[in-house]
Protein backbone atom coordinates (compact mmCIF):
# COMPACT_ATOMS: atom_id res chain seq x y z
CA UNK A 1 0.00 0.00 0.00
CA UNK A 2 1.51 3.62 -0.97
CA UNK A 3 2.34 5.36 2.38
CA UNK A 4 -0.50 7.82 2.39
CA UNK A 5 -3.56 7.38 -0.16
CA UNK A 6 -5.27 10.33 -1.69
CA UNK A 7 -8.04 10.91 -3.64
CA UNK A 8 -7.38 14.61 -5.36
CA UNK A 9 -3.44 15.32 -5.96
CA UNK A 10 -2.00 17.65 -3.18
CA UNK A 11 -1.28 19.83 -5.85
CA UNK A 12 -4.67 21.15 -5.85
CA UNK A 13 -4.30 22.22 -2.49
CA UNK A 14 -1.18 24.27 -3.36
CA UNK A 15 1.18 23.05 -0.29
CA UNK A 16 4.00 25.70 0.39
CA UNK A 17 6.61 25.80 3.65
CA UNK A 18 4.76 28.19 5.19
CA UNK A 19 0.72 28.27 6.88
CA UNK A 20 -1.58 31.10 6.42
CA UNK A 21 -2.59 31.27 9.85
CA UNK A 22 -1.75 29.60 12.98
CA UNK A 23 -4.21 26.99 13.96
CA UNK A 24 -6.01 26.09 16.91
CA UNK A 25 -5.34 22.05 18.19
CA UNK A 26 -8.06 20.47 19.41
CA UNK A 27 -7.13 17.12 20.70
CA UNK A 28 -9.89 14.66 21.93
CA UNK A 29 -8.31 11.48 23.76
CA UNK A 30 -10.93 9.23 24.34
CA UNK A 31 -10.35 6.55 27.28
CA UNK A 32 -10.52 3.22 26.39
CA UNK A 33 -11.52 3.53 22.75
CA UNK A 34 -10.58 0.49 21.25
CA UNK A 35 -9.10 0.82 17.37
CA UNK A 36 -12.02 -1.67 15.99
CA UNK A 37 -15.03 0.26 18.15
CA UNK A 38 -14.42 3.32 15.42
CA UNK A 39 -16.93 1.91 12.75
CA UNK A 40 -14.83 3.30 9.65
CA UNK A 41 -11.87 1.88 10.80
CA UNK A 42 -13.62 -1.89 11.67
CA UNK A 43 -16.05 -1.80 8.77
CA UNK A 44 -16.36 -6.03 8.41
CA UNK A 45 -15.87 -6.57 12.39
CA UNK A 46 -17.21 -3.58 13.75
CA UNK A 47 -21.19 -3.45 14.72
CA UNK A 48 -21.30 -0.06 16.51
CA UNK A 49 -22.65 3.13 14.93
CA UNK A 50 -19.91 6.02 15.31
CA UNK A 51 -21.64 8.39 12.67
CA UNK A 52 -19.45 11.81 14.07
CA UNK A 53 -16.09 10.15 14.36
CA UNK A 54 -16.28 8.62 10.92
CA UNK A 55 -17.62 11.72 9.12
CA UNK A 56 -14.15 13.49 11.09
CA UNK A 57 -12.77 10.59 8.84
CA UNK A 58 -14.29 11.16 5.49
CA UNK A 59 -12.88 15.18 6.40
CA UNK A 60 -9.96 14.45 6.95
CA UNK A 61 -7.16 11.91 7.49
CA UNK A 62 -6.99 8.41 9.01
CA UNK A 63 -3.98 6.60 10.43
CA UNK A 64 -4.40 2.85 10.66
CA UNK A 65 -0.78 2.37 13.08
CA UNK A 66 -0.80 4.67 15.26
CA UNK A 67 0.30 3.87 18.49
CA UNK A 68 -0.32 4.89 22.36
CA UNK A 69 2.92 4.90 24.32
CA UNK A 70 1.39 2.72 26.54
CA UNK A 71 -0.82 0.52 27.35
CA UNK A 72 -2.56 2.33 30.25
CA UNK A 73 -4.12 5.40 31.02
CA UNK A 74 -1.36 7.82 33.17
CA UNK A 75 1.89 6.26 31.20
CA UNK A 76 0.04 7.75 27.79
CA UNK A 77 -1.03 10.93 28.98
CA UNK A 78 2.39 11.51 30.06
CA UNK A 79 3.64 10.65 26.95
CA UNK A 80 1.18 13.05 24.87
CA UNK A 81 1.86 16.17 26.99
CA UNK A 82 5.23 15.79 27.23
CA UNK A 83 6.48 13.89 24.13
CA UNK A 84 8.80 11.70 26.29
CA UNK A 85 8.16 8.30 26.96
CA UNK A 86 6.49 6.93 30.42
CA UNK A 87 9.08 4.69 31.15
CA UNK A 88 11.53 6.90 31.66
CA UNK A 89 9.87 8.66 34.97
CA UNK A 90 9.75 6.07 38.32
CA UNK A 91 6.17 4.96 36.86
CA UNK A 92 7.49 2.06 36.06
CA UNK A 93 4.24 -0.40 35.58
CA UNK A 94 0.28 -0.18 36.11
CA UNK A 95 -0.82 4.23 36.46
CA UNK A 96 -1.21 6.55 39.07
CA UNK A 97 -4.74 6.50 41.73
CA UNK A 98 -7.05 9.50 42.72
CA UNK A 99 -4.32 10.75 44.94
CA UNK A 100 -1.03 10.04 43.38
CA UNK A 101 1.45 12.53 43.60
CA UNK A 102 2.38 14.74 40.28
CA UNK A 103 4.32 12.33 37.39
CA UNK A 104 5.44 15.77 35.42
CA UNK A 105 8.47 17.43 36.90
CA UNK A 106 7.51 21.44 37.43
CA UNK A 107 10.59 21.67 34.84
CA UNK A 108 9.55 19.51 32.62
CA UNK A 109 8.15 21.63 29.71
CA UNK A 110 4.37 20.42 28.11
CA UNK A 111 2.50 20.98 24.91
CA UNK A 112 0.69 23.60 26.92
CA UNK A 113 3.79 25.30 27.88
CA UNK A 114 5.92 24.95 24.91
CA UNK A 115 2.01 26.44 22.87
CA UNK A 116 1.51 29.00 25.57
CA UNK A 117 4.98 30.74 24.62
CA UNK A 118 4.11 30.64 21.19
CA UNK A 119 1.09 32.79 22.48
CA UNK A 120 -1.87 30.24 22.37
CA UNK A 121 -4.54 30.26 25.07
CA UNK A 122 -4.51 26.82 26.59
CA UNK A 123 -6.81 24.90 28.58
CA UNK A 124 -7.20 21.29 29.43
CA UNK A 125 -11.44 19.46 30.24
CA UNK A 126 -11.90 16.41 31.83
CA UNK A 127 -9.62 13.09 33.01
CA UNK A 128 -6.18 14.30 34.36
CA UNK A 129 -4.98 11.00 35.88
CA UNK A 130 -1.36 12.67 36.15
CA UNK A 131 -0.96 13.22 39.89
CA UNK A 132 -1.58 16.46 41.67
CA UNK A 133 -0.36 18.36 44.60
CA UNK A 134 -3.13 18.19 47.05
CA UNK A 135 -3.89 20.18 49.79
CA UNK A 136 -3.77 17.92 53.33
CA UNK A 137 -4.81 18.26 56.66
CA UNK A 138 -1.82 16.89 58.13
CA UNK A 139 0.73 18.55 56.04
CA UNK A 140 1.47 15.21 54.58
CA UNK A 141 1.12 13.52 50.52
CA UNK A 142 -2.85 12.81 50.71
CA UNK A 143 -3.14 9.05 51.37
CA UNK A 144 -4.50 6.74 49.38
CA UNK A 145 -8.07 6.98 51.32
CA UNK A 146 -8.49 10.91 50.93
CA UNK A 147 -9.29 10.78 54.52
CA UNK A 148 -6.62 13.98 55.47
CA UNK A 149 -7.43 15.87 51.93
CA UNK A 150 -8.47 19.27 52.62
CA UNK A 151 -10.82 20.00 50.23
CA UNK A 152 -10.65 24.11 50.79
CA UNK A 153 -7.07 24.16 50.11
CA UNK A 154 -5.29 25.14 46.80
CA UNK A 155 -4.08 22.52 45.00
CA UNK A 156 0.06 23.27 44.37
CA UNK A 157 0.41 20.97 41.38
CA UNK A 158 -2.62 20.57 38.99
CA UNK A 159 -2.57 21.47 35.14
CA UNK A 160 -2.76 25.02 35.46
CA UNK A 161 1.17 24.46 36.93
CA UNK A 162 1.97 22.72 33.45
CA UNK A 163 1.26 25.37 30.66
CA UNK A 164 -2.71 25.43 30.93
CA UNK A 165 -4.24 28.42 31.40
CA UNK A 166 -7.43 26.91 32.21
CA UNK A 167 -8.57 23.25 33.66
CA UNK A 168 -11.87 21.75 34.78
CA UNK A 169 -12.14 18.56 35.07
CA UNK A 170 -11.20 15.52 37.50
CA UNK A 171 -8.64 13.59 39.04
CA UNK A 172 -7.81 10.22 37.78
CA UNK A 173 -10.46 8.04 35.90
CA UNK A 174 -13.90 7.92 36.82
CA UNK A 175 -13.34 4.14 38.68
CA UNK A 176 -10.97 6.37 41.42
CA UNK A 177 -11.88 8.46 44.06
CA UNK A 178 -12.27 11.63 44.86
CA UNK A 179 -15.26 11.91 43.07
CA UNK A 180 -15.42 15.58 43.06
CA UNK A 181 -14.70 18.39 40.41
CA UNK A 182 -11.84 20.81 39.73
CA UNK A 183 -11.06 24.03 38.44
CA UNK A 184 -8.12 25.32 38.19
CA UNK A 185 -6.60 25.12 41.93
CA UNK A 186 -9.42 24.18 43.31
CA UNK A 187 -11.92 21.46 43.91
CA UNK A 188 -15.61 22.58 43.25
CA UNK A 189 -17.16 22.29 46.55
CA UNK A 190 -16.47 19.45 49.24
CA UNK A 191 -16.71 16.29 49.77
CA UNK A 192 -19.36 15.51 52.56
CA UNK A 193 -20.47 11.74 51.70
CA UNK A 194 -19.01 8.87 50.00
CA UNK A 195 -20.12 7.31 46.44
CA UNK A 196 -18.94 4.28 44.70
CA UNK A 197 -19.36 3.76 40.70
CA UNK A 198 -17.47 0.77 39.70
CA UNK A 199 -16.96 -2.56 41.96
CA UNK A 200 -15.27 -2.05 45.65
CA UNK A 201 -13.70 1.70 44.79
CA UNK A 202 -16.21 3.50 47.30
CA UNK A 203 -14.76 6.77 48.40
CA UNK A 204 -14.79 10.66 49.74
CA UNK A 205 -17.39 12.57 47.05
CA UNK A 206 -19.45 15.33 46.40
CA UNK A 207 -23.34 15.35 47.21
CA UNK A 208 -23.91 16.40 43.52
CA UNK A 209 -21.40 14.06 42.12
CA UNK A 210 -22.62 11.38 39.69
CA UNK A 211 -20.74 9.17 37.37
CA UNK A 212 -23.41 9.17 34.29
CA UNK A 213 -23.61 13.21 34.53
CA UNK A 214 -19.46 13.26 33.94
CA UNK A 215 -19.46 12.59 30.15
CA UNK A 216 -21.83 15.28 29.39
CA UNK A 217 -20.34 17.77 31.07
CA UNK A 218 -17.25 17.44 30.11
CA UNK A 219 -19.14 18.08 26.66
CA UNK A 220 -20.56 21.04 27.88
CA UNK A 221 -17.63 23.06 29.18
CA UNK A 222 -15.87 21.67 26.45
CA UNK A 223 -17.83 23.60 23.69
CA UNK A 224 -18.54 26.39 26.24
CA UNK A 225 -15.03 26.98 25.89
CA UNK A 226 -14.78 27.27 22.50
CA UNK A 227 -17.35 29.69 22.45
CA UNK A 228 -15.29 31.90 24.44
CA UNK A 229 -12.78 32.12 22.36
CA UNK A 230 -12.68 34.68 19.39
CA UNK A 231 -10.81 34.61 16.34
CA UNK A 232 -7.43 35.27 15.85
CA UNK A 233 -6.22 34.33 19.26
CA UNK A 234 -4.75 30.68 18.73
CA UNK A 235 -6.04 28.30 21.42
CA UNK A 236 -5.03 24.80 22.28
CA UNK A 237 -7.81 22.42 23.83
CA UNK A 238 -7.04 19.34 25.14
CA UNK A 239 -10.03 17.47 26.07
CA UNK A 240 -9.68 14.26 28.08
CA UNK A 241 -12.96 12.11 27.86
CA UNK A 242 -14.01 9.54 31.31
CA UNK A 243 -15.51 7.42 28.50
CA UNK A 244 -16.18 4.55 27.23
CA UNK A 245 -13.57 3.93 30.56
CA UNK A 246 -15.34 1.89 33.66
CA UNK A 247 -17.58 2.86 35.05
CA UNK A 248 -20.01 1.97 31.90
CA UNK A 249 -22.05 4.93 32.34
CA UNK A 250 -24.13 5.51 29.76
CA UNK A 251 -27.05 8.90 29.98
CA UNK A 252 -30.51 7.45 29.61
CA UNK A 253 -31.13 8.83 26.37
CA UNK A 254 -28.58 6.29 25.15
CA UNK A 255 -29.48 3.43 26.64
CA UNK A 256 -30.75 0.81 24.66
CA UNK A 257 -29.63 2.51 20.94
CA UNK A 258 -26.75 0.18 20.22
CA UNK A 259 -29.00 -2.91 21.00
CA UNK A 260 -25.51 -4.49 21.72
CA UNK A 261 -25.27 -3.80 25.40
CA UNK A 262 -24.37 -0.83 27.14
CA UNK A 263 -20.59 -0.57 26.42
CA UNK A 264 -21.63 -0.18 22.51
CA UNK A 265 -24.11 2.11 24.61
CA UNK A 266 -21.23 3.99 25.89
CA UNK A 267 -19.17 4.09 22.59
CA UNK A 268 -22.20 5.53 20.81
CA UNK A 269 -22.46 8.44 23.84
CA UNK A 270 -18.82 9.50 23.21
CA UNK A 271 -19.29 9.28 19.63
CA UNK A 272 -21.93 12.22 20.19
CA UNK A 273 -19.58 13.83 22.46
CA UNK A 274 -16.98 14.14 19.97
CA UNK A 275 -19.40 15.61 17.53
CA UNK A 276 -20.78 17.99 19.75
CA UNK A 277 -17.11 19.28 20.27
CA UNK A 278 -16.65 19.11 16.63
CA UNK A 279 -19.66 21.00 16.21
CA UNK A 280 -19.08 23.55 18.06
CA UNK A 281 -15.86 24.53 16.42
CA UNK A 282 -17.72 24.80 12.99
CA UNK A 283 -20.45 26.68 14.71
CA UNK A 284 -17.68 29.48 15.91
CA UNK A 285 -16.31 29.97 12.13
CA UNK A 286 -12.96 28.19 13.85
CA UNK A 287 -13.39 24.83 11.60
CA UNK A 288 -11.18 26.41 8.45
CA UNK A 289 -7.79 26.77 11.07
CA UNK A 290 -8.47 24.13 13.59
CA UNK A 291 -6.01 21.12 13.61
CA UNK A 292 -8.94 18.75 15.76
CA UNK A 293 -7.70 15.01 16.50
CA UNK A 294 -9.13 12.23 17.70
CA UNK A 295 -7.55 9.18 19.01
CA UNK A 296 -7.84 7.33 22.34
CA UNK A 297 -5.43 6.34 25.56
CA UNK A 298 -5.31 3.03 24.77
CA UNK A 299 -7.10 -0.40 23.46
CA UNK A 300 -10.55 -1.30 24.58
CA UNK A 301 -10.85 -2.93 28.06
CA UNK A 302 -11.53 -6.59 27.42
CA UNK A 303 -13.58 -6.57 31.31
CA UNK A 304 -15.98 -3.82 31.24
CA UNK A 305 -16.84 -4.13 27.77
CA UNK A 306 -17.81 -7.31 28.15
CA UNK A 307 -15.86 -8.57 24.81
CA UNK A 308 -17.52 -12.40 24.56
CA UNK A 309 -20.98 -10.63 24.26
CA UNK A 310 -19.85 -8.04 21.85
CA UNK A 311 -18.01 -10.99 19.85
CA UNK A 312 -21.20 -13.24 20.00
CA UNK A 313 -23.08 -10.20 18.02
CA UNK A 314 -19.88 -9.73 15.63
CA UNK A 315 -18.47 -6.45 17.01
CA UNK A 316 -14.60 -7.45 17.44
CA UNK A 317 -13.24 -3.97 19.98
CA UNK A 318 -9.04 -4.98 19.12
CA UNK A 319 -10.54 -5.23 14.78
CA UNK A 320 -8.21 -8.04 13.82
CA UNK A 321 -5.31 -7.25 16.44
CA UNK A 322 -4.70 -9.28 19.15
CA UNK A 323 -4.92 -8.53 22.69
CA UNK A 324 -6.39 -5.34 24.22
CA UNK A 325 -5.69 -2.67 27.12
CA UNK A 326 -2.33 -3.68 29.25
CA UNK A 327 -0.97 -6.01 26.34
CA UNK A 328 2.04 -5.62 24.11
CA UNK A 329 0.06 -7.00 21.50
CA UNK A 330 -1.14 -4.22 19.12
CA UNK A 331 -4.79 -4.69 20.58
CA UNK A 332 -3.23 -2.74 23.64
CA UNK A 333 -1.97 0.45 21.69
CA UNK A 334 -2.61 0.40 18.59
CA UNK A 335 -5.47 2.96 18.56
CA UNK A 336 -7.81 4.90 16.52
CA UNK A 337 -6.15 8.46 15.36
CA UNK A 338 -7.98 10.58 13.09
CA UNK A 339 -7.30 14.15 11.74
CA UNK A 340 -9.20 16.87 10.78
CA UNK A 341 -7.68 19.99 8.42
CA UNK A 342 -9.60 21.45 6.41
CA UNK A 343 -7.74 22.65 3.20
CA UNK A 344 -4.80 21.23 4.51
CA UNK A 345 -5.35 17.66 5.02
CA UNK A 346 -6.81 15.77 2.46
CA UNK A 347 -10.54 14.82 2.99
CA UNK A 348 -10.90 10.99 3.01
CA UNK A 349 -7.30 10.11 2.91
CA UNK A 350 -5.25 7.23 5.08
CA UNK A 351 -2.09 7.29 6.23
CA UNK A 352 -0.12 3.57 7.13
CA UNK A 353 2.99 5.25 8.79
CA UNK A 354 3.96 4.43 11.98
CA UNK A 355 3.18 7.31 14.53
CA UNK A 356 2.84 7.18 18.32
CA UNK A 357 0.88 9.95 20.78
CA UNK A 358 4.30 10.88 21.98
CA UNK A 359 4.62 12.85 18.51
CA UNK A 360 2.26 15.75 19.51
CA UNK A 361 4.87 18.27 20.67
CA UNK A 362 7.39 17.52 17.56
CA UNK A 363 4.14 18.28 15.56
CA UNK A 364 3.47 20.99 17.22
CA UNK A 365 6.39 22.85 17.09
CA UNK A 366 6.49 21.44 13.08
CA UNK A 367 3.73 23.42 12.25
CA UNK A 368 4.65 26.84 14.05
CA UNK A 369 8.12 26.65 12.27
CA UNK A 370 9.53 26.91 15.54
CA UNK A 371 12.51 25.10 17.96
CA UNK A 372 11.69 23.25 21.28
CA UNK A 373 14.01 23.56 23.95
CA UNK A 374 16.99 21.21 23.57
CA UNK A 375 15.13 18.36 26.27
CA UNK A 376 11.56 18.72 25.14
CA UNK A 377 9.73 16.31 23.54
CA UNK A 378 12.93 13.90 23.78
CA UNK A 379 10.92 11.01 21.87
CA UNK A 380 8.82 13.25 19.90
CA UNK A 381 8.63 12.81 15.95
CA UNK A 382 6.13 15.78 13.90
CA UNK A 383 4.04 13.18 11.71
CA UNK A 384 3.14 16.83 9.77
CA UNK A 385 4.74 15.35 6.48
CA UNK A 386 2.39 12.56 6.75
CA UNK A 387 -0.60 15.40 6.70
CA UNK A 388 0.95 17.02 3.92
CA UNK A 389 1.17 13.54 1.68
CA UNK A 390 4.71 12.80 2.96
CA UNK A 391 6.90 10.24 4.12
CA UNK A 392 7.51 11.14 7.82
CA UNK A 393 11.46 12.17 8.49
CA UNK A 394 12.49 10.56 11.08
CA UNK A 395 15.42 10.25 13.32
CA UNK A 396 13.98 8.03 15.33
CA UNK A 397 14.41 4.30 14.76
CA UNK A 398 11.50 2.56 16.36
CA UNK A 399 8.66 2.85 18.67
CA UNK A 400 8.67 1.89 21.49
CA UNK A 401 5.66 -0.24 23.13
CA UNK A 402 4.71 -0.46 27.44
CA UNK A 403 2.65 -2.90 29.30
CA UNK A 404 0.80 -2.33 32.28
CA UNK A 405 3.13 -5.06 34.44
CA UNK A 406 6.24 -2.98 32.75
CA UNK A 407 7.27 -5.23 29.87
CA UNK A 408 8.70 -3.82 26.87
CA UNK A 409 8.18 -4.32 22.58
CA UNK A 410 10.00 -2.26 19.99
CA UNK A 411 8.51 -1.91 16.55
CA UNK A 412 10.52 -1.01 13.61
CA UNK A 413 8.76 -1.05 10.27
CA UNK A 414 7.45 -4.49 9.65
CA UNK A 415 9.37 -6.36 12.88
CA UNK A 416 8.01 -6.29 16.40
CA UNK A 417 10.13 -7.46 19.55
CA UNK A 418 8.35 -7.92 22.45
CA UNK A 419 10.97 -8.88 25.58
CA UNK A 420 7.40 -10.72 26.79
CA UNK A 421 6.47 -14.87 26.66
CA UNK A 422 3.00 -14.07 26.87
CA UNK A 423 0.51 -10.60 26.67
CA UNK A 424 2.44 -8.80 29.13
CA UNK A 425 -0.55 -7.66 30.46
CA UNK A 426 -4.14 -9.03 31.41
CA UNK A 427 -4.94 -11.01 28.19
CA UNK A 428 -3.78 -15.00 28.41
CA UNK A 429 -1.57 -16.01 28.40
CA UNK A 430 0.05 -14.20 31.09
CA UNK A 431 4.11 -14.51 31.86
CA UNK A 432 3.40 -17.10 34.28
CA UNK A 433 0.82 -19.23 32.06
CA UNK A 434 2.95 -18.72 29.18
CA UNK A 435 6.13 -19.72 31.16
CA UNK A 436 3.73 -22.69 31.99
CA UNK A 437 3.34 -23.41 28.40
CA UNK A 438 7.47 -22.98 27.99
CA UNK A 439 6.94 -20.16 25.27
CA UNK A 440 9.88 -18.48 24.38
CA UNK A 441 10.82 -15.70 26.34
CA UNK A 442 10.26 -13.11 23.79
CA UNK A 443 8.68 -12.90 20.42
CA UNK A 444 8.91 -11.30 16.91
CA UNK A 445 5.91 -10.85 14.53
CA UNK A 446 6.15 -9.68 10.99
CA UNK A 447 3.62 -7.26 11.27
CA UNK A 448 3.04 -6.56 6.95
CA UNK A 449 2.60 -9.98 6.87
CA UNK A 450 1.03 -11.27 10.03
CA UNK A 451 -0.87 -8.20 11.66
CA UNK A 452 -2.86 -10.62 14.30
CA UNK A 453 0.93 -11.14 15.81
CA UNK A 454 0.26 -15.58 15.20
CA UNK A 455 3.10 -16.54 14.33
CA UNK A 456 6.71 -16.40 16.31
CA UNK A 457 9.53 -15.77 14.57
CA UNK A 458 11.53 -14.98 17.41
CA UNK A 459 13.99 -18.21 17.47
CA UNK A 460 14.50 -18.37 13.41
CA UNK A 461 15.32 -14.50 12.87
CA UNK A 462 18.09 -14.20 15.36
CA UNK A 463 19.80 -10.92 13.60
CA UNK A 464 16.44 -9.36 13.05
CA UNK A 465 16.24 -9.38 17.13
CA UNK A 466 19.49 -8.79 18.01
CA UNK A 467 19.54 -5.76 15.68
CA UNK A 468 15.70 -4.01 17.39
CA UNK A 469 16.99 -5.19 21.00
CA UNK A 470 20.53 -3.07 20.54
CA UNK A 471 18.22 -0.24 19.05
CA UNK A 472 15.69 -0.33 22.03
CA UNK A 473 18.55 -0.65 24.51
CA UNK A 474 20.48 2.39 23.24
CA UNK A 475 16.95 4.77 23.09
CA UNK A 476 16.43 3.55 26.72
CA UNK A 477 20.45 4.41 27.63
CA UNK A 478 20.24 7.86 25.94
CA UNK A 479 17.36 9.16 27.89
CA UNK A 480 16.04 9.84 24.05
CA UNK A 481 15.33 8.09 20.96
CA UNK A 482 15.52 11.03 18.99
CA UNK A 483 18.69 13.08 17.46
CA UNK A 484 19.89 15.80 19.98
CA UNK A 485 21.57 16.36 23.58
CA UNK A 486 21.22 12.84 25.27
CA UNK A 487 19.23 13.50 28.50
CA UNK A 488 18.66 11.73 31.40
CA UNK A 489 16.05 9.27 32.58
CA UNK A 490 14.35 9.96 36.00
CA UNK A 491 15.16 6.34 37.35
CA UNK A 492 19.25 4.84 37.86
CA UNK A 493 17.67 1.63 36.16
CA UNK A 494 15.49 0.60 33.80
CA UNK A 495 14.39 -3.27 33.55
CA UNK A 496 13.93 -4.19 29.72
CA UNK A 497 13.68 -7.95 30.67
CA UNK A 498 11.01 -8.69 33.28
CA UNK A 499 10.57 -12.14 32.04
CA UNK A 500 13.29 -14.66 32.35
CA UNK A 501 13.77 -18.09 31.99
CA UNK A 502 11.55 -20.59 33.26
Known amino acids: MKTCIFA ?69 RYGILTGRYNWRTHLQTFVLMGYGQPLIDKDRVTVADFLKGQDYHTAAVGKWHL ?7 DGKPANRQGSNVDWTGVITDSPVHHGFDYFYGISASLDMHPYIYIENDR ?8 KNFWQNREGPAHADFEAVDVLPEIGRKATDYIKQQKAGEPFFLYVALTSPHSPISVAPEWQGKSELGPYADF ?13 AVD ?23 DAPALEAQGHYSSAQYRGSKSDLWDGGHRIPFIVRWPNRVEAGSECDQTICLTDLMATCSDILG ?49 LARGSGGWT ?75
Open 428 to 502: SPKEAEAANQDAPMAQLYDMENDPSETTNLYASQPEVVARLLEQLEADVARGRSTDGVADQNDVDRIKLWKSGPK
Open 131 to 137: GLGLPTT
Open 283 to 305: AAGFGENTLFVVTSDNGCSANPS
Open 187 to 194: FVGECTVR
Open 370 to 418: TSTPPTAGVDSVSFLPALQGKPIVSTRNGVVHHSISGHFAYRQGKWKLL
Open 8 to 76: ITMVLFGWTTGWADTPNIVYILADDLGYGDVHCLNPERGKIDTPRMDQLAAQGMVFTDAHSSSAVCTPT
Open 267 to 279: VMQTDHVIGRIAD
